[in-house]
């Protein structure tokens, strides 16, 4: 496949309305003001937690997880309208600082989620693809 031809690969599943992106940046500094022991408790799962907690820096992590979720939450939203728990939405790594996983517990997908997480200076930042599994 020549390069011009892969480019245009997600230009064209957009147009065709086959995928779906959602995307969030996150100001460091003014999330670190939000993130109280309520907050985590409302917001992310067990296994969230856990991995956030490995890190000296876990506010980054905390951060570029809940950029995370938030990105795979604007992406569902273009599907499905309905309101879904933050706890539903459960970002995973397959090891420290590895590929970041979206999943959605309990309710049903059509979908494979790919997802990418950055984090630089003040900012955290992700962006989440829905694509339909066929």
């Not at 086959?18 to 985590?40: H, R």
């Amino acid at each position: 496949m020549m390069k011009n031809e892969i480019l245009t690969i997600p230009i064209n599943l957009i147009i065709q309305g086959q995928t779906f992106i959602g995307n969030d940046l996150v100001f460091i500094p003014d999330f670190e003001k939000s993130l109280t022991e309520a907050f985590k408790r409302k917001v992310y799962t067990a296994n969230e937690l856990a991995y956030c907690e490995l890190f000296g820096d876990s506010i980054i992590r905390y951060a570029s997880t809940w950029a995370a979720k938030e990105a795979v939450y604007k992406a569902l939203k273009q599907v499905d309208a309905a309101a879904i728990s933050w706890k539903k939405i459960e970002i995973t790594r397959e090891k420290i600082a590895g590929k970041p996983t979206a999943s959605i517990h309990g309710q049903p997908t059509n979908y494979s989620i790919s997802l990418s997480i950055s984090h630089d200076g003040n900012y955290a930042w992700a962006i989440a693809l829905l694509m339909p599994i066929k």
